[in-house]
């Protein structure tokens, strides 16, 4: 029996695209002989659809999808990932689905039992769990078909209180099957890898395990489906981050072999931040992510600003590489408080990437600024009020070129000062995408070494300078901020390890650092709440993943 995986990129909501899409890959994939193909999770209607899936309108055109795709099934089985409507009055209105056609024909509906309502994932507000678990028959043989979260409830500390393979295996399924919308991380592959082996080696049944691909506002999907062998061996992956197809023939592989079985170790887990862990797979992920939030919105053109530090250097390459050099224009806005060498630095950026480039000095807007206020500042110190107008004015005009021109402004921040509250709103807080707002500063400058990895991109000395703001004289971040070295090393443990101040300090942390830190990260919520989408790449990004209070008193 030839399985067919089909890894692809959907847009939310877009049913008559990603219908064509689907219908495509059938037709394709019967020309290559496959018997069953196997699509991701929701794919008909894109996932997460989110409160789309609350009008009766969306859910009535996927249903039409269904009935025009099952078309294409009299020859090749289909698995789609769809809504279905909960026949029952108790319960929620909705299942998460697997849907089997053939022969012209809805054959089966199987409803996915876990429902994950944690970080980016709010399943539990739409659908109903599955509470049936039956194999799917077909030419035969008994398929074990199961959405995403599924197959994730192993270990010794499981999330759930029920196991559908353990449901399903009573019915001696001969394959497992799982259409999937499992997000990017940096980690995460090897945790997918980990976890889907882990059932292969529990069941001694191969796995045909199918990920979508595209990034869908802030969640990057990397795609990497893979077919398993009985043994737990990789049988064939798919590409990461680009549209695809493989198979294999089910009878051609090998069996499970006689031993134990083994035991599910837990996925991995990143104990301390390693700055150029995976960076290759970041770079690939930030791209698509920009790339597919211009290209399913309709935008063409973005617009940022150019300071010749790392940050905008970082965001203005990888821009270019997504879109081309033509759609990008980087504005330099040097104030009193700017160095040439930075103004020399973005022009040479601009200069190696060939977009356009523009300087708009902003002294002169600055004074008149100061001379309105001056009334109300008189006899007062300069301090952040004064160096915040800088940034705010740098802002109006980035969004004054955005709004004349069709722009969309990309913003520059980092997760370090996202984190520490280091950021003026509507200043350098605005934007309509966050590039970098999931990586640390370390981690910014190890992706633009990457960058460079085959000629210098960015120039050297944007690399080498220590970073500024220059809102006043001989500013340095160091003044505001600790060595980021060891920041972000905190930040990593409190955000993405949720380790609490005790646990950081026992790692050999200083204690005041520590508590300082923290502090700054639980002041700083009102800014992230106000903030732009962050294409996430970690296992914890701010926006829809992270909930915490604005006021509480909690480490602030």
Not at 91 to 99: I, Q, R, V
Not at 104 to 117: A, E, F, R, W
Not at 161 to 172: G, S, T
Request: hydrophobic share 40%; glycine share 8%; proline share 5%.
């Amino acid at each position: 029996m030839n399985i067919f995986l089909a890894q692809q990129n959907y847009h939310i909501g877009n049913f008559e695209a990603n219908t064509a899409k689907i219908i495509a890959a059938i037709q394709q994939a019967e020309q290559q002989g496959a018997e069953l193909v196997v699509f991701s999770e929701l794919c008909i209607c894109g996932y997460p659809p989110r409160d789309f899936l609350e009008f009766d309108d969306f859910i009535a055109k996927s249903y039409a999808a269904i009935d025009e795709i099952k078309a294409y099934t009299h020859k090749t089985a289909v698995l789609v990932g769809a809504p279905h409507r909960n026949p029952l009055r108790e319960g929620k209105d909705l299942f998460n689905a697997a849907w089997f056609l053939y022969e012209g024909q809805v054959q089966q509906v199987v409803h996915k039992t876990l429902l994950p309502t944690y970080d980016v994932f709010d399943e539990h507000r739409y659908f109903e769990p599955g509470y049936e678990w039956k194999v799917v028959p077909f030419k035969g043989r008994k398929l074990a078909v199961t959405v995403c979260e599924d197959i994730w409830n192993l270990g010794d500390n499981p999330l759930y209180r029920v196991c559908p393979m353990d449901q399903l295996m009573e019915q001696q399924p001969d394959v497992m099957i799982n259409l999937s919308a499992s997000p990017f991380d940096y980690d995460h592959d090897e945790s997918r890898k980990e976890i889907i082996r882990a059932n292969v080696r529990k069941y001694r049944l191969p796995m045909y395990y199918c990920n979508t691909v595209g990034s869908q506002t802030e969640i990057v999907f990397d795609g990497g489906s893979m077919i398993f062998d009985a043994q737990g061996n990789i049988v064939q992956q798919l590409p990461f981050f680009e549209e695809a197809m493989g198979g294999a023939d089910l009878d051609a592989l090998p069996k499970a072999g006689e031993g134990p079985v083994v035991p599910f170790s837990g996925t991995s887990d990143i104990v301390a931040l390693e700055f150029e862990h995976n960076i290759h797979r970041i770079h690939e992920a930030l791209i698509l992510g920009i790339r597919d939030y211009f290209g399913k919105m309709g935008f063409k053109q973005a617009i940022l600003g150019s300071s010749g530090g790392i940050d905008s250097a970082v965001t203005l390459a990888l821009a270019v590489e997504a879109l081309g050099k033509d759609n990008v224009r980087a504005v330099a806005m040097p104030s009193p408080y700017s160095t040439e060498h930075s103004v020399d630095d973005a022009v040479a950026l601009s200069r190696n990437l060939e977009n356009p480039f523009d300087i708009i000095r902003i002294n002169k807007i600055y004074e008149c600024f100061l001379d309105t206020l001056d009334p109300f500042f008189h006899g007062l110190p300069f301090n952040v009020a004064e160096e915040n107008t800088q940034s705010r004015i740098r802002g109006n005009l980035l969004m004054g070129l955005a709004n004349k021109f069709g722009y969309i402004l990309l913003n520059t921040s980092n997760k370090s000062e996202l984190s520490t509250g280091y950021g003026t709103l509507y200043g350098d807080m605005a934007g309509g995408l966050a590039v970098l707002g999931d990586l640390y500063k370390m981690q910014v400058y190890a992706l633009a070494r990457h960058i460079n990895r085959h000629k210098i991109i960015i120039p050297q000395n944007i690399i080498d300078k220590a970073p500024s703001a220059e809102l006043r004289p001989n500013q340095k971040d160091s003044d505001s901020l600790p060595d980021y070295a060891v920041l972000d090393r905190i930040l990593y443990q409190y955000i993405e390890r949720r380790q609490g101040p005790r646990e950081i300090v026992a790692q050999g942390f200083d204690a005041a650092l520590v508590a300082r830190t923290l502090k700054m990260v639980n002041t700083n919520e009102y800014k992230r709440n106000q903030f732009c989408p962050i294409i996430r790449v970690s296992s914890k990004a701010f926006g829809v993943g992270r909930r915490v209070p604005i006021v509480g008193k909690y480490l602030s």
